[in-house]
């Protein structure tokens, strides 16, 4: 028999691959996206039959999506949380509504999302629930600092859940991806107005420019490296928790180790800044 996934944001970039390397190895793939029509996503034409509409700021479409994968396919095995976006620029710059926004999807979405599979989890006693995060879920980046915070969140979270579900045969993973080649630079970035602090904040502004490219200096990673650990975060049975993806993330977290605190913040600085 088939396995059953249900994946977030798996309209494009890092979801989409993944949705396509799991029914690429026979896996029954529950695509969930805002938009899961034709226009919104190359999938109609890999032919994923399960393309379904989930807003994870929405409860009653994630419940809806939820029950879908477990009419149809009574089993589910995995859930991979991948949907959010980054919200860019200097924290006073953004308004309640942009900080609200952010984290509606980013970690209340994911939670709510987490909460609709639980009980289908612990009925089947098992399932894989696997949290994308990321290696600024661990490390502070400059003009990210809301975007940091909640995977910052997103990482304690998954690191208490996962001792709560132990007695249910539930895993928990994180996966910490570093930059990756996808549109998460263009369209899945929100900016803070920086129109009337560029007195206050134009020179790190500036300096920060090249954040918002995803050419940071070290090569990044594409979307099916990803893709792939997410797969084996799902098959390896395993008890391990965090999975990092790409050479950048593997460096950055290393050094954080090894390097006095304040080296680290000043070859970070440079790393991040011109």
């Given amino acids: 028999m088939p396995k059953t996934v249900i994946i ?11 949705a396509l390397y799991f ?4 896996w029954n793939v529950v695509a969930a996206m805002r938009c899961p029509d034709q226009r919104c996503t190359p999938l109609h034409d890999k032919g994923l039959p399960d393309l379904v509409h989930m807003d994870v700021t929405d409860e009653p479409s994630i419940r809806a999506a939820i029950q879908y994968a477990v009419d149809k396919y009574h089993e589910i095995d995995v859930l991979v949380n991948n949907a959010g976006y980054a919200l860019y620029g200097p924290f ?7 900080i ?15 909460r609709a599979i639980l009980p289908h989890f612990r009925r089947q006693q ?4 696997i949290n994308v995060a990321s290696m600024a ?18 990482e304690g979270f998954s690191e208490a859940l996962h001792y709560e579900m ?10 910490e991806p570093g930059i990756i080649q996808t549109d998460f630079y263009g369209r899945s970035m929100d900016a803070a107005d920086e129109s009337a602090w560029q007195e206050a904040y134009g020179n790190i502004l500036k300096r920060g420019q090249r954040s918002t490219s995803g050419d940071m200096g070290i090569g990044a990673s594409k979307p099916l490296a990803v893709a792939q650990v997410i797969y084996r975060a799902a098959t390896d049975g395993s008890g391990r928790l965090r999975y990092g993806v790409g050479m950048d993330a593997v460096l950055v977290s290393a050094m954080r180790r090894i390097l006095p605190e304040g080296w680290f913040y000043r070859i970070l600085e440079r790393f991040a800044l011109k």
Avoid at 166 to 175: A, G, Q
Wanted: charged content about 20%.
């Fill in 166 to 175: 132990k007695d249910h045969n539930i895993r928990v993973k994180i996966i």
């Fill in 126 to 129: 098992g399932g894989v629930l």
């Fill in 137 to 154: 879920g661990r490390i502070g980046f400059p003009l990210y600092s809301l975007y940091n915070s909640t995977k910052w969140a997103v």
């Fill in 100 to 114: 609200a926004r952010q984290y509606d999807t980013n970690v209340f979405g994911l939670m709510d999302v987490t």
């Fill in 92 to 98: 006073e710059a953004a308004s309640r509504e942009q």
């Fill in 23 to 26: 029914f690429e190895r026979n």
């Fill in 8 to 18: 977030t944001g798996a309209s494009s970039g890092i979801g989409l691959e993944t």
